[in-house]
């Protein structure tokens, strides 16, 4: 809690002695009625006098009214003050100025931050990004120092491997030449998937990112990863000579890792 000043509580002390020791007076004693001093109080003489009127009016009884305005009591220069009604509850010595409290300067609006489940992208997420990074650079080092990989021989138009196959991440795109018409196996369908995927945020506007919400986007991709899969493994393994098509225990394997 905020500490009051030493000089407030000693006002708050002398205002409650004066407040008890005008208690412990008879009702009918003048000095009970006496207001205080404008050196005492250190309450103009003109709010002083206007204090002094409301509690007179409120003890002979009259029933001050909304707007009406008070009689005008002589101030200490001699001229009289207009005032208006006031409130007839007084503190300690017939004051009606009271202290409530004293608090510390400070902001007016309180922020306080929501939390939130996002992170900063540094560190939390590149720092993660930079150590798999050389993980991955230090397993292909040591895989490239104990795995021989020599490049082939030269190409001899004269003895064409058969068979002929492109390479692993284009094997789902041959696989789909030797079944289709090549507009349809080469451009149709490539751009039929393709657009899919970039449509799919457009038309899957579900904010949610439980799975359990998201069964479009989840179904679309996943047709999209299996088709590919499933064409690059037919194409690697099932495919011999002539491209045709061959079980690769019965007859052996037509592909080089």
Same mark, same amino acid.
């Given at each position: 809690?905020?500490?009051i000043?030493e000089?407030?509580? /000693?006002? !708050?002390?002398?205002?409650?002695a004066?407040?008890a $020791? =005008?208690? @412990?007076?008879? %009702?009918? #004693? *003048? +000095?009970?009625?006496?207001?205080?001093?404008?050196?005492?109080?250190?309450?103009?003489?003109?709010?002083?006098?206007?204090? /002094?009127? !409301?509690?007179?009016?409120?003890?002979?009884?009259? $029933? =001050?009214? @909304?707007?009406? %305005?008070? #009689? *005008? +009591?002589?101030?200490?220069?001699?001229?009289?003050?207009a005032?208006?009604?006031?409130?007839?509850?007084a503190?300690p010595?017939?004051?009606t100025?009271?202290?409530?409290?004293v608090v510390?300067?400070?902001?007016i609006?309180?922020?306080? #931050?929501?939390p939130?489940?996002?992170?900063?992208?540094?560190p939390?997420?590149l720092?993660?990004?930079f150590?798999?990074?050389l993980?991955?650079?230090?397993?292909?080092?040591?895989f490239?120092?104990?795995?021989?990989?020599?490049?082939?021989?030269l #190409?001899?138009?004269?003895?064409?491997?058969?068979?002929?196959?492109?390479?692993?991440?284009?094997?789902?795109l041959?696989?789909?030449l030797?079944?289709?018409?090549?507009?349809?196996?080469?451009?149709?369908?490539?751009?039929?998937?393709?657009?899919?995927?970039?449509?799919?945020?457009?038309?899957?506007?579900n904010?949610?990112?439980?799975p359990?919400?998201?069964k479009?986007?989840?179904?679309?991709?996943?047709?999209?990863?299996?088709?590919?899969?499933v064409?690059?493994i037919?194409?690697?393994?099932?495919?011999?000579?002539?491209?045709?098509?061959?079980f690769?225990?019965?007859?052996?394997?037509?592909?080089?890792?």
């Open positions: 809690m905020t500490e000043p000089h407030l509580r /000693k006002r !708050a002390e002398e205002a409650r004066k407040a $020791a =005008a208690k @412990a007076e008879p %009702a009918d #004693a *003048p +000095a009970a009625d006496a207001a205080p001093s404008e050196a005492e109080s250190k309450i103009p003489a003109h709010l002083l006098e206007r204090a /002094k009127a !409301a509690r007179s009016k409120a003890a002979g009884g009259a $029933a =001050a009214e @909304a707007g009406e %305005a008070v #009689a *005008p +009591a002589p101030a200490a220069g001699g001229s009289a003050v005032t208006a009604t006031l409130p007839t509850a503190g010595g017939g004051h100025q009271r202290l409530l409290t510390k300067s400070g902001s609006q309180d922020v306080k #931050a929501s939130q489940d996002k992170v900063h992208v540094w939390h997420l720092s993660i990004e150590v798999a990074a993980l991955c650079t230090g397993f292909v080092l040591i490239s120092i104990f795995v021989n990989a020599p490049l082939l021989e #190409a001899d138009i004269n003895r064409t491997p058969n068979p002929s196959k492109a390479p692993w991440y284009f094997l789902g041959q696989e789909m030797s079944m289709w018409h090549p507009m349809v196996a080469g451009v149709l369908l490539p751009g039929i998937g393709l657009a899919g995927l970039a449509l799919s945020p457009y038309i899957d506007r904010p949610s990112n439980k359990e919400d998201r479009f986007a989840i179904s679309l991709f996943t047709i999209f990863v299996m088709s590919c899969a064409l690059t037919i194409g690697s393994f099932f495919r011999g000579p002539g491209q045709l098509f061959v690769p225990w019965a007859a052996g394997l037509f592909f080089e890792l």
